[in-house]
């Protein structure tokens, strides 16, 4: 199973492996042997209980199942904590209410009674996601590859952890800003790295203390990752 990496805003690289369809299986088939002991129980009990405290104790509880849990216990059914997969955004953060509710909607088109055609999607989609994950941008990783792993300064050659930041003003600019200083570095256009440094010094107030615009912006980036990396 091919492994999944992002590197957040943060600079901080998420590896994350997403789970087979077997293990997706498994998973599902504890939880509705879940459900079913836990309807079972209700069953024996409900006779005492009148027919509305048999559909808010017993039907909405089992419906409502997957994103309850999921939502309470941090992308986690009872049979994805035991497989040990858990539910996340594909950038590697926890999905939000809405997320886990769009994924259980959409359970009526690749859960039972359709469960084959999840299935197929599972198969035929390289992060191993069903429509709802599709849908609700979510994947369903194993748990012991999705680690949060602090990416050190010695992983960047030009940072030694004697570093000593030029303009700490570079801290606030957003990552998006600094993708923008990354592409036109790489475009080696000078007029255009010539316009955009005047326009940082402009934003971030600071007078160039490099030789050239160029090497003003690779000190800009350097500063913001040093103080991106910082905040780990």
Known sequence: MA??????????????????VGERMAAQVIDWLVQAAYIAMWIWIAPKFGTLMVILVILLPVLLYCPLCELLAGGQTIGKAIVRLRVIMADGTLPSPAAYLLRWLLMIADGMPLAFMGVLV??????????????????????????????????????????????????????????????????????????????VQQLIGVTRRERDDEAFLRRIERDYQYYALEEI
Do not use: C, H
């Open 122 to 199: 599972i198969i035929l989609n390289r992060n191993n996601q069903r429509l709802g994950d599709m849908a609700a941008g979510t994947l369903v990783v194993k748990l012991r590859s999705y680690n949060k792993i602090q990416v050190s300064l010695d992983e960047y050659d030009y940072l030694t952890r004697d570093y000593r930041p030029t303009y700490p003003q570079a801290a606030d600019l957003s990552l998006e800003q600094i993708d923008v200083i990354r592409r036109t570095l790489d475009s080696d256009a000078p007029e255009r790295i010539g316009q955009l440094s005047l326009k």
């Open 3 to 20: 492994e999944k990496s992002i590197t957040t805003g943060q600079y901080v690289r998420i590896r994350q492996t997403p789970a087979s």
